[in-house]
Structure formats: C-alpha cells, structure tokens
C-alpha cells in the first residue's frame, strides 16, 4: 500500500530535550516536505528537499533540521524544543515535478513541549 | 514570498445548496493551485487542482476557478452533503519548486 508514515504519532516532551519525528515513504517520491498546523495559520512548510542530499527552508525553518539521507527518508529533528513549537506535525511527499504535484501527507505528529 | 489569503474561515451551509471558498495570491510566478481536504483528526487529502494555463475545472460536485490577472483562485461545491463538513485548504506554488504556501483554511459545515 502507497503510503507516508511518520513515527510517533504522538509526543509530549519538556523544553531542551532533543527529539527526531521520523517521515518515510513507500512511493519512491522525490519530493519531500514538513509542514506544521496551528489554529488559524493553516498549514505552514518548515522544510523541504527535492532529491537525497537536498533540501531547502520553508517558511518556518527556525528551531528545526532535517536531513534527507535516503529518498524514503526525511526526518525532522528538534535540538531544543521550547513551547512555542507545540502543534500537529505533517510530512508529505510528492512525485517528480511535470506530473502532478499531488502531496500525499502522513497521519501526522501532535508534538507538546512542556 | 508567496502570500495566501482565503475566506471565508468558516462557511455554513444547508445540505443542497452551493458553497464557494475564495483565496487570494501576491506572487505572479506561482503556477500551480491545489486545493485540499481535512477531516477531523484526519490527514489533508487533494480533492482538485488548476494550472495557470487552464480557467476552470471540474469534478463531479467540485469545480475550481482561476482568474490570473486578478490572482485568485475559487471552489467551488454544489449540491453540498454532509460529508462535504471539512476544513478545506488553498494553496500556491511554482511548478518547478517544492515551496508550498497554504491559506488559512475554511472551516465548512453542511446542515442536513
């Protein structure tokens, strides 16, 4: 089955303690991103990579890494979490631009810092 | 960058009748509008896109709209039922990037 998995799907954690949410997908897609969903913002990109060893800021890449080491891959790391990034965590991908630019998104990653 | 706006934040509605969700682009360059789907606690799922070179497109119940001089970008939902109830979400990009920029979202409700 065609699909994006993110691992945990759920996480409370205290400030300062480094976290990695993991992104895999089985669609041998080029494109992957992260994305973070607050009330009344919408869905707004942080990372994201076009191909293995590339990836590129979205628009709210402060307090975050990612690393695309593998094509299926594409973890988001969290070095020192702090309150303010408390939200629901999207990965998603997407296939070789020229076809359609559909992103399939995981389940998503309710993240809370405390 | 990319700037979206999109209104309503929420929309209701009674079951039959049309709902229309507006969204609003500054870049000129962005060529590429998908709309997406989000249940409760479910993930985002495209439900439609348009490409710049196209006016308007439609599937089933759901058609989208492209005004290009004007910048904005419209769905469109007739005979609206109740698992149409969503929020639904614009958004812009270039064809050739990855950098996706989402409105706000509307919330819809459809009334039986």
């Known amino acids: 089955e065609a699909q994006v998995t993110q691992n945990p799907r759920y996480l409370i954690t205290v400030t300062g303690k480094k976290l990695t949410v993991t992104c895999s997908q089985n669609m041998n897609h080029e494109y992957m991103s992260w994305y973070r969903q607050d009330p009344g913002l919408g869905l707004r990109q942080i990372y994201y990579s076009m191909n293995v060893e590339v990836t590129d800021k979205g628009d709210v890449p402060e307090g975050y890494k990612v690393s695309r080491k593998e094509k299926r891959n594409f973890p988001l790391i969290l070095e020192s979490p702090s309150p303010n990034q408390t939200s629901l965590y999207f990965c998603?991908?997407?296939?070789?631009?020229?076809?359609?630019?559909?992103?399939?998104f995981g389940p998503g990653t309710r993240l809370t810092v405390t | 960058g990319e700037n979206v706006e999109q209104h309503p934040s929420t929309l209701s509605v009674q079951e039959g009748d049309s709902a229309v969700i507006k969204c609003t682009y500054s870049?000129?360059?962005?060529?590429?509008f998908p709309w997406y789907k989000q249940e409760l606690g479910k993930r985002p799922q495209l439900i439609i896109d348009?490409?710049?070179?196209?006016g308007e497109k439609k599937d089933q119940r759901i058609a989208v709209t492209l005004n290009k001089t004007a910048k904005h970008f419209s769905l469109h939902i007739t005979e609206t039922q109740p698992e149409d109830s969503a929020v639904y979400f614009c958004?812009?990009?270039?064809?050739?990037?990855?950098?996706?920029?989402f409105g706000t979202g509307t919330s819809l409700t459809v009334i039986p």
């Open positions: 998603a991908s997407s296939a070789e631009q020229g076809a359609t630019n559909e992103q399939y």
């Open positions: 870049d000129s360059a962005s060529n590429y």
């Open positions: 348009i490409r710049s070179n196209v």
């Open positions: 958004a812009a990009t270039l064809n050739t990037g990855n950098q996706f920029y």
